[in-house]
Each structure stands twice: as structure tokens, then as C-alpha cells.
T-cell receptor, first 114, second 113 residues
Framework: DAGVTQSPTHLIKTRGQQVTLRCSPKSGHDTVSWYQQALGQGPQFIFQYYEEEERQRGNFPDRFSGHQFPNYSSELNVNALLLGDSALYLCASSFWTGYGETQYFGPGTRLLVL | AQKITQTQPGMFVQEKEAVTLDCTYD???????LFWYKQPSSGEMIFLIYQGSYDEQNATEGRYSLNFQKARKSANLVISASQLGDSAMYFC??????????FGTGTSLTVIP
């Protein structure tokens, strides 16, 4: 049973560039959430996708956008990168119940913005 | 506002001893969930244990147990019989009624041989 997978594992970009991160959910899961984890901090919720729509969004600017595909995989896009966007980006998947569910995390993508 | 507080930046425990990691939360939701995750240096967040706000019994999963005190809004993680492989960051998290997750700042646990 494959768990949550993310690609790439590491990425180096320069300020102003754009980046796309990818996530495949755990088998049987239909909901994907994205988190940003700065060094020494806990993960911060970016947004959540279910049925190819953004269902919830945290306090992140519009430079952060996403997409969910019919096979439930998801992308996180960040435009106009800033130095402060350097972080570990975690994807979590779950099965939507409308009530609440346990999220399972992938290994993350480490983004460094120079 | 939803908030998770972990007041122990770092903890040390002797191998085979038990350790308690503290977590308090603040919410006005009636229905919520509390979680503990382990994050090794590799970065992946590993789910350990879950407690629902309406669950009357404390959750247990193997060597992990969650000491849930609803009136005090605390959800402490107890790890029994610590192992060297338990050395990692531990995060307490809360799922709100709106299905958003909020994480604390974490506790770094070091198990000493």
C-alpha cells in the first residue's frame, strides 16, 4: 500500500521564479492538504483540495495556488518566490468524511530560495 | 482563535523510561480532534495517535497514550519504555470543526542510552 509521495525531494530556486510541487495521495484517499514548515516551526496550513476544488485556505497570499486532478493527485504552485518561501512543503492526504479525518503526510519537498 | 501550545522545546529521557510531552490547546469548537505526530530528521510527519473531543476514554496505540483532560484543554502524549528510535521532533495538532489542522511548535525528544 503506497503512502503519500511527493516530488521533487529538494529544489533550489532564485527570487522571482515560479515553482511547482507535486503530491500523490495515499491509496484510497481523495483529499489533499498542503503545509509550509519553516525551520524550527510547526507546519502551517496552506490549503486543502477535495473533488478538484479548494475547500479550505489558510493565511497565505494568492502567490500560492493549487490544483487537484481527477486521480486525486495535487500540485502546489508558488509564484514570484521570496526568500521567506524557503521551507519544507508537506502534503497530507485523507479520506473525506465531511466530519474530520486523520491526515497522513508525505516526506516533503525542501525548497531553498536564493 | 485556534491555538496549540507546546511549552517544552527539548526533552531528554533515559532509554526504557517513560516520558510525557505536554500539549495544551485553545478552541471554542465543540467538536475537534487532537493528534500527535512524530517527525524524524528525514522530515516526514508520522501519525502516532488520535483523540476525539467526545471520546471519554484516553486513546492508546502501543507504547503511546494520550492523556486527555478536556476541562484543562490538555492532550499530553505519554511514551512508555522509550527506545533510541523515539528520538525526533513531536508535534501536537488539532483538527477544528472546519477541518483545518493547527500545529504546535514541537518538542525535540532525545533518548539517552
Amino acid at each position: 500500500d503506497a503512502g503519500v509521495t511527493q516530488s521533487p525531494t529538494h529544489l533550489i530556486k532564485t527570487r522571482g521564479q515560479q515553482v511547482t510541487l507535486r503530491c500523490s495521495p495515499k491509496s484510497g484517499h481523495d483529499t489533499v492538504s498542503w503545509y509550509q514548515q519553516a525551520l524550527g516551526q510547526g507546519p502551517q496550513f496552506i490549503f486543502q483540495y477535495y473533488e478538484e476544488e479548494e475547500r479550505q485556505r489558510g493565511n497565505f497570499p494568492d502567490r500560492f495556488s493549487g490544483h487537484q486532478f481527477p486521480n486525486y493527485s495535487s500540485e502546489l504552485n508558488v509564484n514570484a518566490l521570496l526568500l521567506g518561501d524557503s521551507a519544507l512543503y508537506l502534503c497530507a492526504s485523507s479520506f473525506w468524511t465531511g466530519y474530520g479525518e486523520t491526515q497522513y503526510f508525505g516526506p516533503g519537498t525542501r525548497l531553498l530560495v536564493l | 482563535a485556534q491555538k496549540i501550545t507546546q511549552t517544552q522545546p527539548g526533552m531528554f529521557v533515559q532509554e526504557k523510561e517513560a516520558v510525557t510531552l505536554d500539549c495544551t490547546y485553545d478552541t471554542s469548537d465543540q467538536s475537534y480532534g487532537l493528534f500527535w505526530y512524530k517527525q524524524p530528521s528525514s522530515g516526514e510527519m508520522i501519525f502516532l495517535i488520535y483523540q476525539g473531543s467526545y471520546d471519554e476514554q484516553n486513546a492508546t496505540e502501543g507504547r503511546y497514550s494520550l492523556n486527555f483532560q478536556k476541562a484543562r484543554k490538555s492532550a499530553n502524549l505519554v511514551i512508555s519504555a522509550s527506545q533510541l528510535g523515539d528520538s525526533a521532533m513531536y508535534f501536537c495538532a488539532m483538527r477544528s470543526t472546519g477541518n483545518q489542522f493547527y500545529f504546535g511548535t514541537g518538542t525535540s525528544l532525545t533518548v539517552i542510552p
